[in-house]
């Protein structure tokens, strides 16, 4: 299996800063890498895909990038909405594996 | 519009059995590969499994955790996707969600896409 490292678990942020999480995969996923953004009591969204294509009605504060084994997904202003957990998912394989989240807090 | 509305969520005892389903409607259901992915309380979300569409072999996958204990099925006459779990362990407490998996926009990756709210399956004694 594909184990995926997310870093940090958490972060405490201000609105307006520029915000960046790493997931790093256990083996050469091409672009094949999601992130998704989940908020408490709602099902997760997909915020992009193939590690830097952004899904119709994101935000384009949000951007992806990476490629192989490290990618990174970045917030350029944080907004109040944007406080929430946030997961790597690679679709490289079978059995498809996530991240364990990073939850952004407010500072 | 794409809705999937999970069900059949509860209360089980361990060593207990469970089927879930999962509702679909405003998409082909037979062209879908349909995934289950779960989360315990508090916690990350774990893939569960999946069926391949009939076209692409209609096949069943699953995670390590839950071979030989869970079974995905789906009804086309009725657009609904199953997940029979049986040997129910205290560790399989989570929400669980069905999910399309599908190719993003011109690309060749899938993703997973949760339209549903989930429902939860507590095992407890």
């Known amino acids: 299996d594909i184990q995926m490292t997310q870093s940090p678990s958490s972060l405490s942020a201000s609105v307006g800063d520029r915000v960046t999480v790493t997931c790093r995969t256990s083996q050469f996923i091409s672009n094949y890498l999601n992130w998704y953004q989940q908020k408490p009591g709602s099902a997760p969204k997909v915020l992009i895909y193939a590690a830097y294509t952004l899904q119709s009605g994101v935000p384009s504060r949000f951007s992806g990038g990476g490629s192989g084994t490290d990618f990174t997904l970045t917030i350029s202003s944080l907004q109040p909405e944007d406080f929430a957990t946030y997961y790597c998912?690679?679709?490289?394989?079978?059995?498809?594996?996530f991240g364990q989240g990073t939850k952004v807090e407010i500072k | 519009e794409v809705q999937l509305v999970e069900s059949g969520g509860g209360l089980v005892e361990p060593g207990g059995s469970l089927r879930l389903s999962c509702a679909a409607s405003?998409?082909?259901?037979?062209?879908?590969?349909m995934s289950w992915v779960r989360q315990a309380p508090g916690k990350g979300l774990e893939w569960v499994g999946r069926?391949?569409?009939?076209?692409?072999?209609?096949?069943?996958d699953y995670a390590t955790p839950v071979k030989g204990r869970f079974t995905i099925s789906g009804d086309d006459s009725k657009n609904t996707l199953y997940l029979q779990m049986n040997s129910l362990k205290i560790e399989d407490t989570a929400i669980y969600y069905c999910?399309?998996?599908?190719?993003?926009?011109?690309?060749?990756?899938?993703?997973?896409?949760?339209r549903g709210q989930g429902t939860l399956v507590t095992v407890s004694s």
């Open positions: 999910s399309t998996e599908d190719f993003g926009h011109h690309s060749n990756t899938r993703i997973f896409d949760f």
């Open positions: 069926l391949k569409s009939k076209t692409d072999g209609g096949t069943p």
């Open positions: 998912q690679q679709s490289y394989s079978s059995p498809r594996t």
């Open positions: 405003g998409f082909t259901f037979t062209n879908a590969w």
